[in-house]
């Protein structure tokens, strides 16, 4: 997904299958899956590193700039090479 959305080939779906798989790794990593839904974004937007993700990926996908003003593939740099597994969201089967 990473890749196809670099070189903006993501449908619809991929779009929203992208934000999700973003948002389980960054649930997973900082430990948050116990948190409740309505307490995770808040508190994955005040985190130095996922803050900026989010904000740039919500600006992407939800307001669609065309002077491309996100950089897709310095925003996706560091998932390029995630395996599949990382992103999965928690509590979720594998």
């Known amino acids: 997904l990473v890749e196809r959305a670099c070189q903006g080939q993501l449908t619809s779906a991929e779009r929203a299958e992208l934000e999700r798989c973003l948002l389980a790794f960054w649930r997973r990593k900082l430990n948050l899956g116990q948190e409740r839904p309505e307490a995770l974004l808040p508190q994955l937007r005040a985190h130095p590193e996922a803050g900026p993700l989010l904000q740039q990926l919500e600006l992407w996908l939800h307001r ?5 003003r ?17 992103t999965e969201a928690v509590g979720q089967p594998s």
């Open 70 to 86: 996100v950089d897709l593939n310095e925003l996706l740099r560091p998932y390029r090479n995630l395996p599949a597994d990382t």
């Open 64 to 68: 669609p700039d065309p002077t491309g």
